[in-house]
């Protein structure tokens, strides 16, 4: 029986109906993974790929990654322990991911704020910079265990050592941005966060800049419009 099959049975007691196929496709960065259904004459195939580093991870922490998809496309809510062992595995595999991508400025700001509000505890990630974003100043991927801030933030050096602060707490709290957008700023997040000095100027300023793009790029399509 299929690893996949094998995962579906101990999540839900049930068979996978159809064919089930897994690939490790170099697609992926770090551990990403993707899942999905197709139906047919021949009935429903199930498609997973992984990235290539999951060839060498063991096959329990393996079934608790394919249970994690097959659970959100076929919407079920058990969890297993197998999904347990998948998420603690995430939460520690930055310290074996290779640290290939590091800004030397990034890196050094970095190991600043390292010693000054988090004794020196955080294992440095990828810092890189990103595109030239007035809305999405920074973010954190914990499944490639990198940092990726706003080239705007060159210019700011006040804004980009509060907004690498503010990755480095989705670090330390250990969760992501999605889509640039972060779902996980919790009461702890939001307190730590207050902890920054001229925390609540620094995002004033950040606003004041956001909301100054918008309009010096209405003024471009203006300009644009009437030459
Ligand atoms: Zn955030």
């Known amino acids: ?33 993707n899942i999905r259904m197709t139906k ?42 197998e999904m347990d062992l998948y998420h603690s595995f995430l939460k520690n595999v930055h310290v074996a991911i290779p640290k290939a991508d590091q800004d030397p400025h990034l890196l050094s700001v970095f190991q600043q704020l390292n010693e000054q509000y988090f004794h020196g505890l955080l294992d440095p990630p ?28 060159q210019e700011h050096p006040d804004l980009l050592q509060y907004v690498l602060y503010h990755e480095m707490l989705h670090k330390k709290l250990k969760f992501a941005c999605k889509d640039g957008r972060s779902h996980h700023h919790t009461p702890e997040f939001r307190a730590l966060e207050r902890a920054f000095p001229q925390q609540s100027l620094l995002e004033e300023k950040l606003k004041r800049l956001h909301i100054a793009s918008r309009v010096s ?5 203006v300009w644009r419009f009437w030459r």
């Open 217 to 221: 790029s209405r003024r471009k399509n």
């Open 40 to 81: 047919d004459l021949f009935g429903q195939r199930i498609e997973i790929a992984m990235s290539k580093a999951w060839e060498e991870v063991n096959d329990d922490i393996k079934k608790g990654l394919l249970q994690e998809l097959l659970s959100k496309l076929f919407k079920v809510k058990t969890r297993t322990m």
């Open 1 to 33: 029986m299929s690893l996949i099959h094998q995962s579906y049975i101990d999540l839900t007691g049930k068979e996978l109906k159809g064919s089930a196929e897994l690939v490790y496709s170099g697609r992926f960065k770090g551990y990403n993974a």
């Open 126 to 153: 990828n810092l890189v910079w990103g595109e030239a974003s007035y809305r999405q100043w920074g973010c954190y991927t914990y499944g490639t265990d990198t940092i990726s801030m706003s080239s705007i933030l």
